[in-house]
């Protein structure tokens, strides 16, 4: 009778060793999956965080204002019933980036050519609405990127602001 105790005792060993064997391999599946899962989803949140972080840095900055000195004066080439008209523009720009100020100062020349062109191409009774006003606004701000894009730099202006709108 001992021996079969012996027997099963080494039967319940070597399954016992066999279980203990399972448990762990199954506990080191389920932590590396877990790891797994973890990093899968930290790296998700990584880039939002930054791209979030970015933004709100980007936000925080303080608005840099620029006057230009003189308004822009155009007549319309294409008239209302024939009448001259004249316009007269004043801006202001805005960017957060002192480089952005700096670069639209060193090639006010060329802005203001480009914006005289956009503005003898305008029609009277479409800039008489509110959404023609806003509408030359959008395309005086795309103007002014793009002399300044097309000049090599990287930075924008965020903003432009019509001071003064003078048609008759």
């Known amino acids: 009778m001992a021996e079969t105790q012996n027997d099963v005792d080494v039967t319940e060993e070597a399954s016992g060793g066999k279980s203990k064997m399972l448990i762990i391999i199954a506990v080191v599946v389920l932590i590396l999956a877990g790891v797994g899962a973890f990093l899968f989803m930290g790296d998700e949140e990584k880039p939002e965080e930054a791209t979030s972080a970015e933004a709100a840095t980007a936000v925080k900055a303080p608005p840099i204002y620029f006057s230009m000195e003189k308004p822009l004066i155009a007549n319309f080439s294409k008239q209302s019933n024939d009448a001259v008209r004249y316009l007269s523009v004043s801006l202001k720009v805005m960017s957060r980036e002192q480089t952005s100020i700096d670069a639209f100062t060193l090639h006010t020349p ?10 003898f191409g305008q029609k009277y009774d479409e800039l008489n609405t509110s959404a023609g006003k806003k509408a030359l606004k959008a395309q005086i701000l795309a103007t002014i990127n793009g002399v300044l894009k097309a000049q090599e730099h990287e930075g924008e202006i965020n903003a432009v602001y019509i001071t003064k709108l003078i048609m008759q």
Request: without cysteine; glycine residues 0%.
């Open 110 to 119: 060329a802005i203001q050519h480009e914006l005289l062109l956009l503005l």
